[in-house]
């Protein structure tokens, strides 16, 4: 079989692309960034600084479900963690998307609005393992019916959304 340079060419190009797309993931790391002490969390129910009656219901319950869902940290008891989360819900807002067509001062879609600040610190010492001051949930919701029942369906996927960001912050924290 005869060498072609075409050939040769782009199986050199082809060699090259690879090791570089390698090399660009060699400091990657798959799982938990967590410091190795901090295995088990206990979550409090969050101190509810909006105008949102109930919004802390939500968000803590949402944020236990996500933290098991990811398994990186266990919650347990106060008396059993390693570090306890702390969260205030700041703000809540929602904010017209789009309007009706038949009655253009309408709104016929809202995206609703969570924002708290969070604190992890370690029981042993009160070292502070995660800190964000802002941490932001959305959901865009239509509105059925009256504006409070659409809520009633918005909030809790708003929560969702908040919690998969602060367990992201949590388990993938980049000091």
Known sequence: MKNNPHTARTM???LATVSLLLTGCAGYRVG???????KTVHVPTFVNRTTEPLLELDTTQAVIQE??????????AEAEADAILTVVLTEYRIEPVSFRKD????????RAFIVANMVMRRTS???????SPRVEGRFVFDVIGDLTSSK??????AASDLAVNMVQLM???WP
Do not use: C, H, K
């Not at 938990?32 to 901090?38: A, E, F, K, Q, T």
């Not at 010492?125 to 800190?131: F, K, L, T, Y």
């Not at 009633?152 to 996927?157: D, F, H, K, S």
């Open 103 to 110: 009655i253009r001062t309408a709104a016929q879609q809202y």
């Open 67 to 76: 933290l098991q869902r990811d398994g990186s940290l266990r919650v347990v």
């Open 12 to 14: 050199l190009f082809s």
């Open 125 to 131: 010492d009160q070292s502070v393992v995660v800190e």
């Open 171 to 173: 388990v993938e924290y």
């Open 152 to 157: 009633l369906i918005a909030n809790p996927q």
């Open 32 to 38: 938990s960034m967590l410091p190795g002490d901090v």
